[in-house]
Each structure stands twice: as structure tokens, then as C-alpha cells.
């Protein structure tokens, strides 16, 4: 595996509004981490989800996070 190896992931908007919101708002020196590439792969998925999310509002922030607890999460 190179570094420069992409790997292609399908969210559901909700699903990438409200970890994009969680990464900015959570202390990534507070997490348990193994190792740290864990923090790493954090701050990549942070960027790339800075640039895959159209600007968005607290009210947005809102209407994710109740999708995501209304919708069937198969359980």
C-alpha cells in the first residue's frame, strides 16, 4: 500500500455534515488513540470532508443530526 492510495467512501450527506462538525468541535490530544496515525487519518478525513461539504448552517448542523437519529439504522 502507497501512501498516495485512495480509497473512494459513500456517506449519506447527514452522515458527513455531522462528523465534519464533531472533528472541528472535538480535542484530538483528548482521544485514546493506539498510534499516531489514528490522529493522522483523523485530520485527512477532516480535510477531505472541508472539501467534499458545500458551506453549511447550525440549522443544517440540526436537520443532520435528526436524520441520522430518525432514519432506520438497522438494527
Known amino acids: 500500500m502507497a ?3 485512495k480509497t473512494a467512501l ?3 450527506t447527514a452522515d458527513a ?3 465534519f462538525d464533531w472533528l472541528l468541535s472535538v480535542d ?4 485514546p488513540v493506539r498510534h499516531m496515525a489514528q490522529k493522522q487519518a483523523l485530520m485527512d478525513l477532516l480535510q ?6 458545500p458551506g453549511y448552517t447550525s440549522e443544517d448542523i440540526e436537520q443532520a443530526h435528526h ?4 432514519r432506520e ?3
Not at 48 to 53: E, H, K, V, W, Y
Open 3 to 5: 501512501a498516495s492510495d
Open 48 to 53: 477531505q470532508l472541508d472539501r467534499s461539504i
Open 17 to 19: 455534515v455531522v462528523l
Open 73 to 75: 439504522m438497522g438494527l
Open 67 to 70: 436524520l441520522l437519529l430518525t
Open 28 to 31: 484530538l490530544d483528548q482521544l
Open 10 to 12: 459513500s456517506l449519506w
